[in-house]
């Protein structure tokens, strides 16, 4: 973690963090100059060092106070840690803020949450059986909720900002069963959801606005049926492999345009013909 306060005026070289690949994204203030590509700015976003922290109280329970601007990963792998609630002034989710908090089960957020970013591992191996996503938040980084072993279900409403959803962001997370994708998000990931032995159904709005599905983004998955929007392009390799005998049909729109990988569905032995239109 790095944190920057929101008074700095500062020239950071490209340079200065080449080689922390443990460093996925940096929240800076505008007045901060640095344009390297790693590890991602979030801009104006920006830590508050010297504030307190809250404690964590005696029944397991963390309040974020208004006011805070950022989660850092001051509670990361805390055991004791058992419900958090998030003021609405948070923007940013740290990387690996709430990672291997293996108890914690409870997250919710105040109803004005102004949260856009969940940051890289941020909740990696934690202990959270579903959690609703704020309308304000832009993106899911790499590994957001990967291996959440309790994790079902992941909320989204009809106003959704959301248009991003990193790498890895639920993959080997066992017991999520079906995810409705919302409409802003353009990609899905590679390996987005891999290995989710239980996600039978993923669900598109028809004013969704998809256009890729990375390599291995659902392998070794639990889907049974699959419709892919026609507003795909691209269909990466092995992106539905792996999948045994459970995928049994992919439906593709009569008005798609889309090239998919000659390696995406091997494995799927089930999946014995798939209808395309000649686009």
């Known amino acids: 973690a790095v944190y920057v306060s929101c008074a700095s005026s500062m020239k950071i070289a490209d340079s200065a963090f080449t080689g922390s690949s443990r460093l996925y994204t940096i929240g800076l203030p505008s007045t901060v100059e640095f344009t390297a590509s790693s590890p991602t700015r979030l801009s104006n976003d920006c830590g508050i060092p010297g504030a307190p922290l809250p404690s964590i109280d005696a029944n397991g329970h963390l309040e974020i106070i208004e006011g805070t601007l950022m989660v850092p990963n001051t509670y990361s792998g805390n055991a004791a840690l058992k419900s958090v609630k998030i003021a609405s002034t948070v923007t940013l989710i740290g990387d690996q803020a709430f990672a291997g908090c293996s108890n914690l089960v409870n997250v919710t957020f105040a109803e004005d949450s102004s949260l856009t970013t969940i940051g890289a591992y941020a909740f990696q191996s934690s202990g959270i059986v579903s959690i609703s996503i704020p309308d304000a938040s832009k993106s899911i980084l790499l590994g957001a909720f ?11 409403t009809s106003n959704s900002q959301l248009s991003m959803i990193g790498s890895s962001a639920f993959a080997s997370s066992l017991k999520l069963s079906s995810f409705s994708v919302p409409n802003e998000v353009a990609a899905i ?6 290995y989710c032995s239980a996600l039978k159904f ?11 599905i990375g390599s291995n983004a659902f392998y070794a998955s639990g889907l049974v049926g699959f419709s892919i929007p026609e507003t795909v392009t691209t269909v990466g390799s092995n992106a539905f492999a792996a999948m045994g005998q459970t995928l049994s049909a992919v439906y593709v729109s009569c008005a798609s345009s889309m090239k998919i990988a000659n390696s995406a569905f091997y494995q799927s032995s089930r999946l014995y013909t798939i209808g395309l239109p000649s686009t």
């Open 146 to 156: 990967s291996s959440c072993g309790s994790l079902k279900s992941v909320a989204f």
């Open 189 to 194: 990931e590679s390996s987005t959801f891999a």
């Open 202 to 212: 993923v669900y598109f709005d028809c004013h969704s606005t998809l256009t890729s």
